[in-house]
Structure formats: C-alpha cells, structure tokens
C-alpha cells in the first residue's frame, strides 16, 4: 500500500526565506507526482505535475524535484511572500486513477 | 474557462437522513474523481470513472455511500443514512487522461457536510 509522508508538518518562516518542502513515498513504482495547495476552508490548486520520467518541474518561484528511486520529492519555494501561507499537499499517482496524498504541509510566510 | 464546480458548498443534515452531493468537472475532461478530507484523516480517494469504463470504486467506505455520473458528465455523490464520522469536506476533480501520465487533476472548492 502507498504511503506518502510530508516533512514538516507545519513551517514558519519570515518573509524572503528560501524554503524546501519534503515528500516521501514507499512504492516508487509511480505514474506522476502533483503539488498542490490548499488555502484555507478552500479547495486544491494544482501548482506542479512531474511524470514519472522526469526529474523536475518550474513554475515560476516554485521548483519541484523528483527521485522516483528513492522514493522522494522537494518543493522548492524562492523568496518567500505573505501570499505563500497556505497548506501545501504532495500526491503520487500510480497506474490506474486514484492519487494518494500526504498530510500536508502548513505554511506561514511572516511579514 | 470554468472550473468544477460543486454543490452545494455547505450542508448540514441530522444523522439517518440520505444526502446528494453534486460535481461539475471541466468541460470534455473524461475522468471525474470523488475523495474526501477528515479532520485529521488527510485526503481520501472515494471514487473515479473514466469515460464509459465500470467506476472504480474500491476507496467507498461503505455501501451506504454510492456515486454515479450521467453522460459523461455531472456526477452525484449520494450518503444514505448518514452518521456524524461522514462529516468531513467532499472534493470532486476532473482531469483529462493524457498518454505519459501528465494528467493534472483539477479539483473544485469542495461541500462541507456536517452531520449532527
């Protein structure tokens, strides 16, 4: 059974700071890995898709890394803004349809 | 262009009663998604159809719970006889199933049920 595992499991930091979210997962024998964030009483939004071909996505501040063999992911987040504070969510996908996600991680950007 | 929509986005019922959750994926994505977020559970897969394939529905926690999607389109999530640990946030997603696996899921704001 897929287990994915999100470290920390809550993060705060000033305004600015360059910060590094953790994913885990046990099987590494994955479709595609997605990031979300969930703002607060409100649903997901996509922010990165990495197949499982490849190593990393870039979507504007945010980078997005990929070891399928050793079973982990980074979410990079480049100068950090107020904006950011949301909880940030990894799920992998194997073949077939269901995503399995991790707990979560909350972020708090201070201003 | 338009998001899944869902609705409603809150309901509140008393225990035993049967209630509809309603889902409106992206229009022409043909895989549809039903999970649901517990406090402390983190996110659950419920169910998933793909175009005219059987539904699967391994991730139904009981039979009390059914989903079913009319043309290819909306979907109704239905709770019968509901129990107070069925409160929880209903998240319904569509994607289009792309070759390569690069199939974003899009998910809608969500029905928060509370079942007193």
């Known amino acids: 059974k897929q287990e994915v595992t999100q470290i920390p499991a809550a993060l705060s930091v000033p305004e600015g700071e360059n910060l590094v979210l953790n994913c885990s997962f046990t099987d590494s024998a994955i479709y595609n890995l997605q990031w979300f964030r969930q703002d607060h009483g409100k649903g997901l939004t996509s922010l990165l898709l990495i197949q499982s071909s490849q190593r990393e996505q870039t979507s504007g501040r945010l980078n997005a890394s990929l070891d399928k063999s050793s079973g982990r992911s980074t979410l990079y987040i480049a100068a950090s803004q107020p904006g950011d504070s949301a909880t940030y969510l990894c799920?992998?996908?194997?073949?077939?349809?269901?995503?399995?996600f991790g707990e979560g991680t909350q972020l708090t950007v201070n201003p | 262009g338009a998001g899944v929509s869902q609705s409603p986005s809150n309901k509140v019922t008393e225990k035993g009663k049967d209630v509809e959750l309603r889902c409106d994926p992206i229009?022409?994505?043909?895989?549809l998604y039903w999970y649901r977020q517990s406090l402390g559970q983190g996110l659950e897969f419920l169910i998933y159809f793909q175009g005219n394939s059987a539904p699967d529905k391994s991730g139904l926690p009981s039979d009390r719970f059914s989903a079913e999607r009319t043309g290819g389109s909306v979907s109704t999530l239905t709770i019968q006889r509901t129990q107070q640990e069925d409160s929880a946030v209903y998240l319904c997603?569509?994607?289009?199933?792309?070759?390569?696996?690069?199939?974003?899921?899009?998910f809608g704001p969500g029905t928060r049920l509370t079942v007193l």
């Open positions: 229009s022409g994505h043909t895989a």
């Open positions: 997603a569509s994607s289009l199933i792309r070759q390569g696996g690069a199939d974003t899921q899009y």
């Open positions: 799920a992998v996908r194997k073949s077939g349809s269901r995503l399995t």
